[in-house]
Structures are given as C-alpha cells and as structure tokens.
C-alpha cells in the first residue's frame, strides 16, 4: 500500500503579506515533516504585490528572509514513513533573473541519494513556476534540501504543493480514522499515528483483501484512494445513522447503525438491511470480522461503558461484556487473533474475548482529532 500527501500551506495562517520577516523558523506538518535550522521563513498571503497563479492558492511558503537568504530550505522526514518521491513546486517573480532549481536527498547518515535540478525562466516581471520531482529507486529519503534562486539572490524562490510519496513502516498494519477528517497508519510498536490524507469526516473505514479501502459517513459510502488521496463517493446508504464498517474475509461488506445490521454493495452505496439486532444492541462504533470463527466483533454502547458483541452473518448478536472504556470507536484483529479497540481518547486497548473486559496497551501519539474509527490493512 502506499501513500500520497500534498501540503499545499493553506490550512497555516499567514505571517506576512508582502514584506518577507522571517517570522517563523519552525515547520512541522502532518506528514511528519520538520523544518531543520534557524533560519527564519513566512508563510505568503498571495494577495497584493505577492500575487500568484491559481495553483499557489492564498498561500504559500518563503523559506528565507533577506538578512539570511543564503541558507537552503531543508526538511527532515518522519523515520515511519519510507519516502522515495517527493515533488515540490517553485515560482519567482522575473526582474530579469533566471532561477535554478535543485532538490537533493539524503540518507539517515547525510549521503547525497539523488538529486533534479531545473531551470525557472523568466518573463518580465511577471511570476513563473516548475515542479519538479525526485524519486529515488532503492534508498529511502531521510531528509531533502531544497535550492532555488540566483547568483544574486539565493534561495529566493517561493514554495507550494509539497509532496511526499510513501509507503508506512512494514509494522505499521493498522488504518485510523479520525473526527478531524484524516486517515492515516498507526504503527503499534511505536505507538504513532501518522496522517496521509483528510477531506472527509469518516465514522469507520474497512480494508478488503483486494486492497481496497472504504468508508463511511452518518449517510454515504466512499472509496478511499491512500496513493491519489482521494475520497470518492460511492452513494448514499439510505440512513443516517451509521457508524460502523467491516469487510467479511471474502470481501462482502457489512454495516450497523442503531440497533440495525446491514449488508452494503459497495458498487452503489446502498446499504441493505441483514436484521435488527434488538433494543439492548446501539452500534458505537466499528465491526471487524473474525475469519476462524466467522462472525463480526461489534461495541455497543453502554450505561457505564461501551459493550462488546459478537454478529453473526445471519444477523443474530451475543452480548460478551463490559469492555470498561467509552468510545470505542475502532477495532482490529492482529495476526495472533489478539482483539484491540481504539477510543476517541486515542487509546489503543487489548480486549479479552471471553468476557469483553479491556486493559491499556498504549497511547497512541500523532493525533490531532479523536478516533473514529480502524481497520487491519494487509
């Protein structure tokens, strides 16, 4: 699986209009990208003098400030992410100079893996842009340096659209949703979550053994793209209650909302009912499907705390027990057929199957909205 994110600096206010301060010297994004040095950089507001074609948006990134301009705009990676293509797009005003442009990339020990240059030429005054993209064939990008400008003026161009293809680490088999629109991995031997699309505030999502990824709304399914970054919408699941998505192991898709078990075609989004599970049975959250045993584990919510279920295909449900936690909002299965939940509180929980009771595997690190839900991704 691999996944694609583009920064492209609207959602960071703006420090500056047209006067380059070098207000900020520190970047740290979603992706898990740091801003390495001192050197002072602003985020434009591309309005006024600093007005910018379409594609660079309301703002964009001016990694230097005139009394420092000689230092190059560099970037260090999140080590759970294996990076091996990154484009970014550059632009300059013309006054008669032509920008070269140059990204460079680096191992974990510093060494030069692979570098592009071009050219920004230019047109009067008027303003110009190239993207330009590194992709390295076997090492993994630890950290790049970005270079453009002139004899005259170095490092001087401005930054948009950042982005950075990867795959997550190889124990990072997990996928979270979260109420702040993101999907991303949670690794769960280091604990971290890390972001590699948003746009869509999901309820669940499910994986298929096909590699596919779906998720919901209250009201819609869409199809998840992690190397596009795209949500698509399938349709409407004919409700507005659903929270909790799930893939049989041959890959027939299954949903609950309420007390009500559905199964849904994911080729139009209709959700069709399997059966009402009962009064004492509210869907809080994610179903994930045992393949030894072939029936879903579900929560429900509680009085004093979320419940944990088993569902059948048929559509017929046993109450286990208490799990001991709110919000369980995600589950997953992991390859010894141990159970885990995770809360909108961000805890990932181990959950005994035999009477539902939870205990505290971790904290999960990364995260900048509260869980909404998870899914196994082989």
């Known amino acids: 699986m691999f996944g694609l994110t583009v920064v492209d600096f609207e959602n960071i206010e703006s420090t500056v209009t047209t006067t380059r301060t070098g207000k900020l010297t520190e970047l740290k994004l979603d992706i898990g990208v740091l801003k390495r040095g001192t050197t002072g950089f602003d985020i434009i507001n591309n309005t006024e003098k600093q007005a910018k074609p379409l594609e660079f948006e309301q703002h964009s990134l001016d990694p230097f400030a005139f009394a420092t301009s000689n230092t190059p705009f560099t970037l260090e990676l999140n080590d759970n992410l294996s990076v091996n293509t990154v484009s970014i797009t550059m632009g300059d005003y013309g006054d008669d100079f032509s920008d070269n442009l140059i990204i460079q990339a680096f191992d974990e020990q510093g060494v030069l893996i692979g570098e592009v240059e071009g050219t920004l030429l230019t047109d009067g005054i008027k303003f110009t842009s190239k993207t330009l993209t590194l992709t390295t064939d076997e090492k993994l990008i630890h950290s790049l340096k970005f270079i453009g400008g002139t004899d005259k003026f170095p490092n001087s161009v401005f930054y948009d659209n950042l982005s950075v293809s990867y795959t997550p680490s190889s124990t990072a088999n997990i996928l979270l949703s979260t109420r702040d629109s993101k999907v991303g991995s949670f690794d769960p031997l280091t604990g971290a979550f890390t972001s590699f699309l948003e746009g869509v505030n999901l309820t669940d999502i499910a994986s298929s053994d096909r590699d596919e990824i779906f998720g919901i709304t209250f009201s819609q399914l869409y199809k998840i793209d992690p190397v596009s970054g795209q949500f698509s919408l399938i349709g409407n699941l004919g409700g507005s209650s659903f929270n909790a998505l799930g ?25 069709n009912l399997v059966s009402d599970l009962g009064s004492s049975f509210l869907s809080h959250g994610d179903l994930v499907f045992d393949p030894d045993n072939e029936y879903f584990w579900a929560t429900s919510k509680g009085s004093t705390s979320d419940v944990l279920y088993k569902i059948n295909l048929d559509g017929t449900a046993v109450k286990v027990g208490n799990i001991g936690y709110k919000e369980v909002f995600g589950l997953s299965l992991n390859d010894d057929g141990n159970l885990f939940g995770y809360t909108s509180k961000g805890q990932q929980i181990l959950i005994n199957e035999q009477t539902g009771l939870a205990t505290l595997e971790q904290n999960i690190t990364g995260l900048t909205g509260a869980v909404g839900g998870a899914t196994n991704w082989v």
Request: hydrophobic share 30%; no cysteine; aromatic share 16%.
């Open 247 to 271: 893939f049989t192991s041959d890959n027939i898709l299954y949903a609950a909302g309420g007390s009500k078990f559905y199964k849904v075609d994911t080729k139009t989004g209709k959700a």
